[in-house]
């Protein structure tokens, strides 16, 4: 399965972006997919995650501001971002795990630069 992530690019603080990541092949309802961001100089660290299931989960840092959502019939999971604050520039990846066909994979990364 590949990843392909869009929608990143440079938005003022206080503003909004949506990414999106579409999966090639396989689909949703087979993985768990996480949103992940990774700063300059920083850790990649875990932004948010939905599960086959369709639950959900967000960081501390982005909740209440970012929502994970999935669209089964267009194989793709959104981020959708607002409030967007300067510390929230990186680059976003889409990861993807799935026991039963046994891949975890990456997308290839958007840059989401956040202006103050």
């Known amino acids: 399965v590949q990843l392909v992530e869009s929608g990143g690019g440079l938005v003022q603080a206080g503003g909004s972006q949506r990414l999106s990541c579409a999966a090639s092949?396989?689909?949703?309802?087979?993985?768990?997919m996480d949103w992940y961001r990774q700063a300059p100089g920083k850790q990649r660290e875990l932004v948010a995650s939905i599960t086959r299931s369709g639950q959900v989960t967000h960081a501390d840092s982005v909740k209440g501001r970012f929502t994970i959502s999935r669209d089964d019939a267009k194989n793709t999971i959104y981020l959708q971002m607002n409030g967007l604050k300067p510390e929230d520039t990186g680059v976003y990846y889409c990861?993807?795990?799935?026991?039963?066909?046994?891949?975890?994979?990456w997308g290839q990364g958007t840059q989401v630069t956040v202006s103050s």
């Open positions: 092949e396989e689909s949703l309802t087979i993985m768990s």
């Open positions: 990861h993807a795990t799935s026991l039963i066909r046994g891949f975890d994979v």
